[in-house]
Each structure stands twice: as structure tokens, then as C-alpha cells.
């Protein structure tokens, strides 16, 4: 958990420092309300209500928020909906139907061989209008770029931001949709810039811990998007090494054959290989990254398999 006074955070918030599996999630305890900004991957649900209920005690949770729907800030939702039955959930307006029609071909879940229980939503955080989060009125934004859909949160009254996967103390997350041959660097471009105007003092990530050197953090983002805009390349190897690395997460250890069956299974990684590795096959391109991978000592092979370090 975050340290507030230090942080400048407002103080009936909370901050579950996640890791890479889980997003961060942020926990409102307000006056007429509670609510939770991101829910986490669905394998850690039980830890996330954990912490939850360790935090309200004997008060429900009355309203799940999401950033975006990608299945490492989603995935508790349909848990926490369980445990808490008149929750209410908000969604960004830009995949509702999918939910709603529950297309996991749509939604990111299939495609990535990740996985994110059904859940159901109530409300949607269309960019523009506010929420009342610990009782106090946080705007909504859109934040292309990691995902089309995405929306920040920001706090004009104590200048913090919840950045989702837009802006991290060390990068941001994946540009997914330029893997699939839609632009959105341009986008992420554009959303750095969006939060500098907005000028926060410090920022609640997706991932990480809590900062405050807002200027350096989008200093080292504007480089790296540089770099990525130089070597698109460089991206997709990223991206496919993201996902793997997420799986291992997921999984720890998993037998060869598991392995390849998820790969092939992953759609992802053809469209990847289609746009940016045309003459390569998937089989080798997924060897090569996988060598970087154990190269970087991020995983490890033996004889039962790969593993995650
Ligand atoms: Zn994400």
C-alpha cells in the first residue's frame, strides 16, 4: 500500500500495489459510497477481495470502476460481483456491446489466450463527464493509444491521476492496436500530451508504484514512443514478449506441448507475424522471442517445460 502523506494522495484512498498479472487497484472509501477503480487478473480474485474486505470491513463495495477492459484490470469483476450483489460496475462506453453480447473474439481475451470471467455492467464512464469517487468529483478522459477505449481518472482538486496503462513511471503499456495495423502511436502521442496539460502532481498507475515525477515519467514516454515510431519492429518483438511473459505470469510453469497449444491458440501472434514477420513461421518467431526471454532471465526451460523466473 501507498504511503499518502507522502504521496499527496487524497486520504480515503487506497492504493493495492499490484504487480505486472494484476493491475493496481485503487479503492475509494467515501462517505455515501465505496467503489474500486480496476479489478485485477481473474487467477488473483481471491486476493483481490482479500484486500478489499480487509479494507471496508463490514461496509460492501458499492461500485467497480474500469479503466479499460483489458483482462488484467477486469478480471476480478466478475468475483467482486458475486461476493457484493447490488455492486455496480462502469465500463468505458467504447466496448459495451461486447460486453454486453459477451464477445470474447471482440474483447481482447481470446485473441491474447488470457482469460476474463463474464461479468455484467451497469453504467458507462463516457469521457467529458465526472464521478464521484470518495466523494469528491473526478473527470473523465480518454486515453487512446494502449487500447482505443480506454479513460483516465483525474482529481482537479488534489491533481492526481489514475493513468491506467497510458502513462507509467517507466513507459506505458503495449500500443495494441498498431500490432493489428490500426495507428495509434499518434494517439498515445496525443494522450501524453492530454496529461500534461492536465498537470498532475502525482499519478496512480495500472502498474507500479505511485509517482510524482510526472515531467521525467512522460519525458522517458516520449522517448520510448519515439523509438517504438523509429522501429515498429522493435514493438511487435515487444509485444509478443509482453504477452509471453504475462502467460508465465499466469501460469508459472507449463509443459512444452501446453506451451505450443497456447501459442497457436493466441491469435495475436499470427496477426503479429503476418504484418511484421511475413516470411518467418510462427514456430520460430516464437522461439527466437522466447530465447530473449530466458536471454533477459525472465524465464527459464528445462526438460517438464518453461518457467517463469
Ligand atoms: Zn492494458
Not at 149 to 160: C, Q, R
Not at 201 to 230: C, D, W
Not at 239 to 252: G, H, R
Not at 283 to 294: C, F, S
Request: aromatic share 8%.
Amino acid at each position: 500500500m501507498t504511503d499518502h502523506a507522502a504521496a499527496g494522495l487524497p486520504a480515503n484512498l487506497v492504493v493495492f500495489e499490484r504487480g505486472w498479472l494484476s493491475s493496481n487497484n485503487i479503492l475509494f472509501i467515501g462517505v455515501d459510497e465505496t467503489a474500486l477503480v480496476d479489478t485485477g487478473y481473474a487467477t488473483h480474485a481471491d486476493q483481490t477481495l482479500a484486500l478489499v474486505e480487509s479494507s471496508l470491513g463490514t461496509r460492501p463495495l458499492d461500485r467497480i470502476v474500469n479503466t479499460h477492459l483489458h483482462s488484467d484490470h477486469c478480471g476480478g469483476n466478475a468475483a467482486l460481483q458475486l461476493r457484493y450483489p447490488a455492486l455496480r460496475t462502469d465500463i468505458p462506453p467504447g466496448e459495451a456491446a461486447l460486453v454486453e453480447r459477451w464477445d470474447e473474439r471482440g474483447l481482447s481475451f481470446l485473441a491474447t489466450g488470457q482469460i476474463c470471467p463474464r461479468f455484467q455492467f451497469t453504467g458507462l464512464l463516457r469521457p467529458g463527464t465526472e464521478r464521484v469517487l470518495g466523494d469528491r468529483p473526478w473527470q473523465v478522459h480518454s486515453a487512446p493509444g494502449h487500447d482505443p477505449h480506454s479513460i483516465i481518472l483525474f482529481d482537479p482538486a488534489s491533481l492526481t491521476l489514475i493513468s491506467a496503462d497510458a502513462l507509467w513511471e517507466n513507459g506505458f503499456g503495449v500500443a495494441f492496436p498498431e500490432l493489428a495495423g490500426e495507428p495509434s502511436f499518434g494517439d498515445m502521442a496525443a494522450t501524453l500530451d492530454r496529461i500534461e496539460m492536465l498537470a498532475p502532481l502525482q499519478v496512480i498507475p495500472g502498474h507500479g508504484r505511485v509517482f510524482n515525477e510526472v515531467g521525467s515519467a512522460l519525458a522517458t514516454a516520449r522517448r520510448r514512443l519515439e523509438s517504438l515510431q523509429r522501429d515498429p519492429v522493435k514493438h511487435a518483438r515487444h509485444a509478443i514478449k509482453v504477452l509471453m511473459k504475462f502467460k508465465l505470469l499466469e501460469a508459472q510453469s507449463i509443459a512444452p506441448e501446453d506451451w505450443k497449444t497456447w501459442l497457436q491458440g493466441a491469435s495475436y501472434f499470427d496477426t503479429i507475424r503476418l504484418r511484421f514477420f511475413g516470411d518467418m513461421e510462427l514456430e520460430q518467431l516464437a522461439e527466437d522471442v522466447l530465447g530473449e526471454l530466458i536471454g533477459a532471465g525472465a524465464a527459464k526451460m528445462d526438460s517438464s517445460g518453461i518457467r517463469n523466473i
